[in-house]
């Protein structure tokens, strides 16, 4: 929950062909207040797992 009162879903798509769709279809759920789409913001993104970290850009 945010400390605004807002629940917080945690939910895993996979590959997202298409994310720009993908955040409209989100954007058109009424009570949705945001998505964790980072479209057209981030150009990179550091990537940590078993194997040890990895740096990705756009």
Do not use: Q
Not at 11 to 24: E, K, T, Y
Not at 35 to 43: D, P, Q, T, Y
């Amino acid at each position: 929950m945010t400390d605004g009162g807002h629940l917080i879903l945690d939910a895993s798509f996979g590959c997202i062909p298409d994310a720009d769709a993908l955040a409209r279809e989100l954007n058109a759920i009424p009570g949705v207040v945001e998505h964790g789409l980072f479209i057209g913001i981030a150009s990179l993104a550091i990537i940590a797992g078993p194997a040890g970290a990895r740096v990705m850009t756009a």
